[in-house]
């Protein structure tokens, strides 16, 4: 279960990867859209992969429920969504459609979060290439909206936490909708802004707590009245920050 809850991580990684590996051999596959918003009173959407290359693409499509645990992001195989078709062979130039039914729908205070995998896998009978065999991951974030209610919104609390491994951000989401966190820095009693992340941070689930390490010197003082600025949700936002 250990490795589940760190395969989140793997998957960004893979995506970072990817985009490296892109200079290399170009990645052909196009995602569209790469972020699903599902009504709640919907029970299926889609997802459009097209291949731009000039090669055959095969891949296979897997659904994971998306959750945080101990500070860290949680991936559980799940039956909630399903993805029709699993398993995947795209022509060049070609398009394919994966439908994402729900299974299970059922009202709830909370938004729920799920995580579609993609991995490209070799064509049938492929040599790999100096005997590894090369695969792109994509991952696209799936939510299910609670409907309407007081509960929508994201709420926030930040805190930054000392430890013998350094500085560890942290922020509690006791909202019913996640927090996508972006853009972020720290400003201290001084005025002086620290930053932290200059593009996508990651997520707070909704009723969640996340943490990231922060890339300071362990000597650094966070000491005292703190506050973040940071993009929620596209939105820039300033709030208080409790130093622990």
Avoid at 156 to 169: K, M, N, S
Wanted: charged share 15%.
């Amino acid at each position: 279960m250990r490795a589940l809850h760190r395969l989140l991580n793997l998957v960004l990684a893979a995506a970072l990867t990817a985009a490296c590996l892109g200079a290399a051999q170009a990645a052909t596959l196009q995602i569209s859209p790469v972020m699903i918003d599902l009504p709640a009173d919907a029970n299926a959407s889609g997802l459009t992969l097209r291949n731009s290359g000039s090669k055959p693409i095969y891949g296979q499509v897997r659904v994971y429920r998306w959750s945080q645990a101990d500070g860290e992001d949680a991936l559980t195989p799940t039956q909630d969504v399903v993805a029709s078709p699993p398993l995947i062979q795209i022509s060049a130039g070609a398009e394919q459609l994966v439908r994402l039914v729900r299974t299970t729908p059922a009202a709830t205070n909370a938004e729920q979060s799920y995580r579609i995998l993609i991995d490209e896998l070799p064509e049938p009978d492929a040599t790999p290439s100096n005997g590894v065999a090369i695969r792109l991951r994509y991952s696209v974030p799936v939510f299910i909206d609670p409907g309407s209610g007081p509960t929508r919104q994201p709420n926030l609390a930040w805190h930054v936490r000392h430890g013998e491994a350094g500085w560890t951000l942290e922020v509690a989401n006791t909202g019913g909708r996640r927090a996508q966190i972006a853009a972020v820095e720290i400003v201290d009693g001084a005025g002086n802004a620290i930053p932290v992340n200059k593009g996508l941070l990651g997520y707070a689930l909704a009723g969640s707590i996340r943490q990231w390490h922060l890339a300071l010197p362990v000597s650094a003082d966070l000491n005292g009245p703190l506050k973040v600025r940071a993009a929620i949700n596209a939105q820039q936002t300033e709030a208080a920050v409790q130093s622990h």
